[in-house]
């Protein structure tokens, strides 16, 4: 089977940005914004760059509660967030069970291969997508149809924890899983996920 893994949330912890952006609400406030961008400009058929969306609603967050902001430094953090503690023995365990095991993330390439390098995730994973390679964020359909294009016939799986992630996977042909780490919910109004687990370990068990 192919397992294609979302990064920022699912793989990484956002949750060690808090000190640089303001804590954690603010750090959800953030991402929060930054998504909101991402389905408004995908929605509208546009693209930009996920990092530059990142900076600009780091930005917009730090001036509504007044605060100033180190873009440098959120990037930094960006390219050095630890991965959870389920990550490495679940995508062990993946691999253990033949699975094809990839990457597939809104950040540009560049920045999602530091990401999983410095996470030691890098080894772990067949092959790194990014949205940036067709010009498209994800939920948008392309992200999803070049990883399962570059895999004909294999059975897909899009493994996420962001609700938004899982209904356009569904959209695009794939099988999905939700991967429920704290707070995160399936979409109200949309199909289930084709599999749910609170770990990647015990989804792997699943599939």
Known sequence: MLCVLDVNETLLDLAALDAT???PELRREWFGLAIHTVLTVTATGGYRDFAGIAGDAAIEVAARHGREIDLQAIGDGLRSLPAHPDVEPG???LREQGHTVVALTNSPL???EAQLLNAGLAPLLDRIFSAEQVGRLKPAPE????VTAAY???RAVMIAAHGWDIAG???AGLETALLTRPGVHPLPGSPAPTYT???LPELAELL
């Open 110 to 112: 560049a920045t999602a």
């Open 197 to 199: 687990a609170s770990t």
């Open 143 to 146: 992200p999803y149809r070049q």
């Open 91 to 93: 995508l062990v365990k």
């Open 152 to 154: 004909p016939g294999e």
């Open 169 to 171: 996977a569904q959209a």
């Open 21 to 23: 952006i303001g804590g």
